[in-house]
């Protein structure tokens, strides 16, 4: 299986787990003491595709705890089941999926498990929030500013972040309106 086709297979395997979210679900879990920054709203996430192969994605809500050290995101299918939870620490990352546990390195190799690329979830907290992330040089462009690889467009409470890099990877953002932590 070329890389391009294991990508694309792996964003099925996430559309059709965010669809069937109503079958098989996670237990919801209270904030914990502690968690920071919540920030929550919807989220797509879209794989182009090629000549020869379809691009991919799936939506979900999510609900983001934490900081970038040290935190969780949860999905949730659009039929309001708990599908999928990632919880990160210095050295390590678990992937909660229904019946499964996964253990990674990282946020980047979870999120390349779980999206089929690797998108920087440290980044997300200050890209929501329409800034770049202080832990990385940027540069500012029309309508936003490229760090890391990506195209920040953000006009809040959306955001629209787009790799530069082949296959192209497009997320959207849109938090709700209820945002506890934004300054």
Partial sequence: MTPLALVRATGLALALTLGLGGCAQLARE?????????????????????????GTGGSASFELYGDPDTGRLELTSPLGALVARARWQPGQALLET?????????????TRELLGEPVPVA??????????????????????????GWRIQSRRPSLVATR????????????????????
């Fill in 30 to 54: 209270p904030v914990k003491a502690g968690e920071v920054a919540r920030l929550s709203g919807r989220l797509s996430v879209n794989v182009a595709g090629s000549v020869h192969e379809r």
């Fill in 98 to 110: 229904p019946g499964h546990e996964q253990r990674f390195d990282d946020l980047d190799a979870l």
């Fill in 123 to 148: 980044a997300l907290f200050d890209w929501l929030q329409g800034r770049p992330w202080n832990d990385r040089p940027y540069q500012a462009v029309e309508g936003g500013f490229e760090q890391l």
């Fill in 164 to 183: 530069l890099a082949e296959p192209v990877v497009t997320l959207r953002a849109r938090l709700d309106g209820g945002d506890e932590s934004a300054p």
